[in-house]
């Protein structure tokens, strides 16, 4: 039997920063190539632990920063191969990579380092980017085949299987909780001869969907009978959309009281488009209503705003108003001025609804810090923050426990990745314990021989 060597080059002892190679003897293939976030960012600027040169394919597994943000420094160090999604994922790549690309110039200008990469990076990195089907089976090279298996995590997000003589390696990529309001549930994979699996809430669990719902529509409306704003930190690709979805239904249902709603992020508003775009991804009830004319996301009360100048007037909107702001976990974007405008105000309130990577702004607010510093100025905190983890786009211990038991049932080993310590060692002592199969946590830079 063929021997295949695994190397953990991201995402391994983190949250952040997949990127995985699968040397097999006869080619090198990457799945995923992110950012590393939080206190490991400066990693980002460091050379790849391989030769791009080297790397015949690329397989992204979905259109987040922590899987993509790095695709056009890989492609700036050498890689000339080819970069294989799902036709969703590389629709999306391309706003959110020139969208990243500004952001990261300006914290490389600020620290006096090289851009991480420019446009014309992005561009040779989109002209050797195909999209597949969901289930397309695809032959790269040396009797290795790859097919992608809806993840339900974001719009486009797969599961990547690599099959080489009857033996399966899957990425789990980032696997939905089953909760979105607007995508399927994640496709059951079975028969993996070894599993790497996402461990983000590898130690806790989530709450019911019904439940999410309720206690959303609960702080809208102490948020509005306080008078106050309510600010969310929410990434623009997906998080953004669901609460679009369920705001407006909300609204619509009267659930809620009427009031303004301002997505203050030009990207998401591009995602949006491309999610309209793209409703072969839907759930077939979201589908059937935009096929009616629906526009799921459209709404009396809602606003885009795209200029600076239109973000900075928000302010002089009177109060109750609702606000999504990009980034997620506070690192940047246009949400830090709002958290500077509004966090010293007791009135209102700041609503955390996904995951916040060690070291970010978002990070120490839900560990209650009393003040933030915000180019150099210090911010006192008297809004109320809120966290509501029903909204985060990931599986819960259980149900992470669940996927392993079917894919992995009689897996050689699974390997526990994108998570901090704890909960990738809560889900890994789980997994032996309940399924009785070897599971490890990796370190960054492991590496490990496999029967493929």
């Known amino acids: ?23 097999t003897g006869g080619i090198k293939i990457v799945v995923d190539c992110g ?13 790849f632990a391989y030769n791009p040169a080297d790397v015949s394919h690329l397989i992204v597994t979905h259109a987040h920063l922590d899987h993509i943000g790095r695709i056009p420094r890989l492609v700036k160090l050498g890689f000339k191969g080819k970069i294989i999604s799902t036709t969703g994922t590389m629709s999306l790549a391309g706003p959110i990579l020139l969208d990243a690309m500004e952001i990261l110039g300006s914290s490389a200008e600020k620290h006096g380092r ?7 990076d992005i561009n040779a990195a989109m002209q050797m980017w195909t999209g597949i089907g969901y289930q397309e089976k695809v032959e790269l090279a040396d009797d290795v085949s790859l097919q992608l298996f809806d993840a339900g995590h974001i719009l486009g997000s797969a599961i990547a299987q690599l099959t080489r003589e009857g033996r399966n390696i899957v990425f789990s990529g980032d696997l939905g ?5 607007l995508l399927p549930a994640t496709h059951e994979v079975t028969g993996a001869s070894y599993l790497v699996i996402e461990a983000t809430y ?12 309720e206690q959303l529509e609960n702080i809208i409306e102490e948020s509005a009978r306080r008078g106050g704003t309510l600010l969310i930190p929410a990434f623009s690709t997906e998080r953004t959309q669901d609460l679009m979805y369920e705001i407006r239904t909300l609204m619509v249902e009267k659930r809620i009281p009427s009031m303004p709603v301002f ?20 759930t077939p009830a979201i589908r059937e209503r935009i096929e009616g004319g629906e526009d799921i996301f459209a709404f009396p009360e809602l606003h885009f705003v795209e200029s600076m100048e ?18 997620g976990m506070s690192s940047g974007g246009r949400v830090l001025a709002h958290e500077r405008e509004y966090l010293p105000d007791p009135k209102s309130t700041l609503l955390i609804v996904g995951y916040q990577a060690a070291g970010t702004m978002g990070r120490r607010l839900i560990e209650g810090a009393k003040s933030i510093e915000y180019h150099k100025e210090k911010i006192p905190v008297r809004a109320k923050v809120e966290t509501l ?4 786009a990931h599986r819960g211990s259980e149900s992470l426990l669940e996927f392993a038991n079917k894919a992995a049932e009689e897996a050689d080993e699974v390997f526990i990745v994108h998570a901090e310590p704890a909960p990738a060692l809560f889900l890994s002592q789980r997994i032996r314990d309940y399924l009785g199969v070897k599971a490890t946590v990796p370190e960054l830079g492991e590496k490990a021989v496999l029967k493929f």
């Open 35 to 47: 950012l590393m976030q939080g206190m490991g960012e400066d990693k980002n600027w460091e050379s």
């Open 263 to 282: 997505v203050d992020s030009p990207l998401a508003l591009k995602i949006t488009h491309t999610f309209n775009s793209h409703p072969e991804y839907f």
């Open 389 to 392: 983890y029903g909204y985060s």
């Open 310 to 327: 239109a973000s900075r007037k928000i302010k002089e909107t009177g109060e109750p108003k609702i606000i999504l702001a990009g980034s």
């Open 177 to 181: 909780g089953g909760n979105s309001p």
């Open 202 to 213: 590898g130690d806790k669990t989530r709450p019911e969907d019904a439940e999410r719902r």
């Open 1 to 23: 039997m063929r021997e295949s060597t695994l190397y953990f080059y991201g995402a391994a002892g983190m949250v952040t920063g997949s990127n995985f190679l699968l040397d």
């Open 114 to 120: 090289e851009a991480l990469f420019d446009e014309h």
